[in-house]
């Protein structure tokens, strides 16, 4: 059975940082691509930024180019997310998502059941 | 404002068909496989549909998806109660080199 589970939300301040992590399990994690995904309260999804399965190519979304890094550690089977210089509008959920080994990084089929960011003083 | 366009709403009865609309552009939808997912209250995102037309192991076929040129639109025929939920479209965007979505749309069983 496919597992992914995030951890490493929690409350910081504006400014500050955050390392989410993604821990998965019941899929060969080095084969399979990988994102990260966003809710703001009340709001709809944005993706945040995407990774291969080597971890050579990452995307990233506009809103978060230079203050977010993603990462992984196939050893592991663990994803991360780097976050830096943080911001009120950066608030939400943050799910990751299992790319589907076919199609392109808008086409997940597991997700986890995500870990909320609070950015407040 | 999404780059991929939704309506905000949508509404039937049970047993009814209902349609939602995703628009875009020639560097997404245009060029680009549409998916689309399901969250349900509370939950985390579902996928429904991908490459536009297919279902994943699961999902019943009561669920569609069609892609006409810049557009798409998921069709749910058989309405039934626990539809209710947020439906959202996405694709990959050749011009911002990332994955979009749209705004969402809220889908009330009457």
């Known amino acids: 059975e496919v597992q992914l589970l995030e951890s490493g939300g929690g409350l910081v301040q504006p400014g500050g940082s955050l390392r989410l992590s993604c821990a998965v399990s019941?899929?060969?994690?080095?084969?399979?691509?990988m994102s990260w995904v966003r809710q703001a309260p009340g709001k709809g999804l944005e993706w945040v930024s995407g990774?291969?399965?080597?971890?050579?190519?990452?995307y990233y979304a506009d809103s978060v180019k230079g203050r977010f890094t993603i990462s992984r550690d196939n050893s592991r089977n663990t994803l991360y997310l780097q976050m830096n210089s943080l911001r009120a509008e950066d608030t939400a959920v943050y799910y990751c998502?299992?790319?589907?080994?076919?199609?392109?990084?808008?086409?997940?089929?597991?997700w986890g059941q995500g870990t909320l960011v609070t950015v407040s003083s | 404002q999404s780059v991929l366009t939704q309506p905000p709403s949508a509404s039937g009865t049970p047993g009814q068909r209902v349609t939602i609309s995703c628009s875009g552009r020639?560097?997404?939808?245009?060029?680009?496989?549409v998916h689309w997912y399901q969250q349900l209250p509370g939950t985390a995102p579902k996928l429904l549909i991908y490459?536009?037309?297919q279902r994943p192991s699961g999902v019943p076929d009561r669920f569609s998806g069609s892609k006409s040129g810049t557009s798409a639109s998921l069709a749910i025929s058989g309405l039934q109660s626990e539809d209710e939920a947020d439906y959202y479209c996405?694709?990959?965007?050749?011009?911002?080199?990332?994955?979009?979505f749209g705004g969402g749309t809220k889908l009330t069983v009457l």
């Open positions: 998502a299992k790319k589907m080994t076919s199609g392109s990084y808008a086409n997940c089929d597991y």
């Open positions: 019941g899929f060969t994690f080095s084969s399979d691509a």
């Open positions: 990774i291969s399965g080597s971890g050579g190519n990452t």
């Open positions: 020639s560097s997404n939808i245009g060029t680009k496989t």
């Open positions: 490459s536009s037309n």
């Open positions: 996405a694709a990959w965007d050749d011009s911002l080199n990332g994955v979009v």
